[in-house]
């Protein structure tokens, strides 16, 4: 299991090289200039001599990552719950969840930040709305998904509403839980950057945008790295704590091979 684990590790590694080589040797074949594409040396350098200013800027980030992100487990897996278990809920509240999500968060963003103003609130909402959804489908699926012969069988054997959750539905839908948790953090690490776009003097996002305006495309390459550790670092957090939660499903997955 160890080298198994191992290999997971190694095989992303060696292939962000291959691509940081491939990158580097189609900047110097095609001649391509620094200010379209710059060569990964130079971002190497920013992140160098950045350090510490993309260090502190990563910080109201991720703070409005985990904020969105903790809203959106605590409000999308009771709603979820819900969903699973009553259809007049499902009906009533299952089409307004697809249809905020045609909604482009870009969009109303700037609204968040007039009424709440350019704190961290704003960023906060805007990763909830991104991370929320992904929670809710894939709970409700993950509750539906109990076998309801194992339920027919507890309920013959006299257990309760509370006991059959707590020793079946729950177990059966974790997997589940956690693999929306990974999708989810994810997306508010863009729901925040995504904040920080519209109205913010800090954060990575501030950083892109500034980079942006003068066009210091080392820099914006510099933050979209950091940004990219940010995201992979949650992530790799959410299934460390799968793999001690679940510890059947997580080997389940090893023995058939999967991530």
Known sequence: MKRM??????????LVFIVLVLWDLAVRLFKIPAYLIPPPLEVLHQLVTQWKM??????????????GFALSVI???????????????????????????????????????VWFGFGIVPKIIVAFLLGFFPI???????????EAD??????????????????????????SIFS?????VTLAVVGAVVGEFVGANSGI??????????????????????????????FGLIDLVERYTIPWHASQRNVQGGP
């Open 5 to 14: 684990m191992s290999s997971n590790w190694v095989r992303p590694i060696v």
């Open 54 to 67: 993309l260090l502190g800027e990563s910080l109201p980030t991720i703070y409005a990552t985990m904020g």
């Open 75 to 113: 409000i999308g897996v009771p709603i979820a719950m819900l969903i699973a278990y009553s259809r007049t809920v499902e009906s009533y509240v299952y089409p307004l969840l697809v249809f905020s999500q045609s909604i482009p968060k870009v969009a109303i963003a700037p609204l968040f930040v």
């Open 136 to 146: 809710v489908v894939a709970t409700v699926m993950g509750f539906k998904s109990v």
């Open 150 to 175: 194992m339920v027919d069988l507890a309920r013959s054997m006299g257990s309760t509403r509370w006991k059959m959750f707590y020793k079946i539905s729950l177990p059966q839908a974790l997997p």
């Open 180 to 184: 929306s948790m990974k999708v989810s």
């Open 205 to 234: 996002g501030y950083v892109l945008q500034r980079a942006n305006g003068s066009f210091d495309l080392p820099l914006m390459f510099a933050a979209l790295v950091v940004l990219s550790l940010i995201g992979v670092l949650l």
